[in-house]
């Protein structure tokens, strides 16, 4: 499956932003999608994820309360809706398909998108 990721731009503090993830190729909704995040001098790290079966959401400890994935299989688009941004979520932002065991385990992810920068900032 192919990803494009779209939607990342500069915000301030407190700010939103919605993210979203499309998908071409292969059966869509057959997937686990997640999100993954890459800070500039860090490693990419889990975000989020919802499951293909049960819709199912995960989410890292530092975005609970704040990011909600959902998932629109009839667009075969994943989004990412960010409230409360902080200038520690600016990062590279991505999306991956697979059939996953872990979600938060990037070698579980066997497609990527191409990454769109959010960057927080007053």
């Known amino acids: 499956v192919q990803l494009q990721a779209s939607g990342g731009g500069p915000v301030q503090p407190g700010g939103s932003l919605r993210l979203s993830c499309a998908a071409s190729g292969r059966t869509f909704s057959s997937y686990d999608m997640g999100w993954f995040r890459q800070a500039p001098g860090k490693e990419r790290e889990f975000v989020a994820s919802?499951?293909?079966?049960?819709?199912?959401?995960y989410y890292a400890d530092s975005v609970k309360g704040r990011f909600t994935i959902s998932r629109d299989n009839a667009k075969s688009t994943v989004y990412l809706q960010m409230n409360s941004l902080k200038p520690e979520d600016t990062a590279v932002y991505y999306c991956?398909?697979?059939?996953?065991?872990?979600?938060?385990?990037?070698?579980?992810?066997?497609?990527w998108g191409q990454g769109t920068q959010v960057t927080v900032s007053s």
């Open positions: 919802i499951r293909w079966g049960t819709g199912t959401p």
């Open positions: 991956a398909a697979g059939s996953v065991t872990f979600v938060s385990r990037e070698r579980d992810y066997d497609s």
